[in-house]
Structures are given as structure tokens and as C-alpha cells.
């Protein structure tokens, strides 16, 4: 096992920076986040394209969503799930992106300096 590096988000255009609301590990910006209607397991959740430091469950033939973990806490909080497989085609869009839960992710200021991954 090696070491787990973490991803630091910058944040020149002032959005806003989403991050594990237990150890503050950086997930995703506001510029990648695809839509805040969704539910997930805990209540509210955001639909995003991109997320980094995070480690994601394995995968098996039967599930179409993977839960997905801050990659550098000892005590991992569940944030959210990746969309392996969508069967209706209403929601393809989803397939590859993820879920992060609103009880368990918290937005934050990050350093000013560029808002994309």
C-alpha cells in the first residue's frame, strides 16, 4: 500500500470548494457541479462530473452506484457514490458521475488561485 496524496483546489473565481465536511480532504468545485436536486442515502446531495481524493468501493457485476470515501482519513466518511450504470436511457447523464451527500460534504473558501481540476 502506498502513500495517498491529496489534491489541493484552487480557487481564483471565488467558487466554491466542496470538501469532506469531517477531515476537509477537497472534493469538487462549484463549477463542476451538475445539479444540487438530487437525494441520496442521508437526504440532500449534488450531481458533479469531477471529484478527486477519493477512494471508491469495489466494484461487482450487480452494482450501477459505488460509494466513494475521502482517500486520506483513518475513519473514512461515506460522501457519496459514483454512477457506474444507468438502464434507463433518461438517465444515462448520470453514468461516470458522482454523488456527493450535502450531510457529509460542507462548501468552502479555497486559496485564490485558478477554480478548475
Do not use: W
Request: one cysteine or more.
Amino acid at each position: 500500500m502506498g502513500f495517498a496524496y491529496r489534491v489541493y483546489l484552487d480557487n481564483e473565481s471565488k467558487c466554491k470548494i466542496y470538501a469532506c465536511s469531517k477531515c476537509k480532504t477537497h472534493l469538487s468545485t462549484k463549477n463542476l457541479r451538475i445539479s444540487k436536486d438530487f437525494r441520496g442515502m442521508y437526504g440532500k446531495a449534488s450531481l458533479f462530473e469531477e471529484v478527486v481524493n477519493i477512494k471508491v468501493a469495489k466494484k461487482t457485476e450487480e452494482n450501477i452506484a459505488l460509494a466513494i470515501f475521502p482517500v486520506s482519513v483513518a475513519e473514512a466518511v461515506l460522501v457519496g457514490n459514483m454512477q457506474i450504470k444507468a438502464y434507463e436511457e433518461s438517465q444515462k447523464y448520470k453514468e461516470g458521475r458522482f454523488i456527493l451527500e450535502q450531510t457529509n460534504v460542507e462548501a468552502i473558501e479555497g486559496p485564490p488561485e485558478t477554480c478548475k481540476m
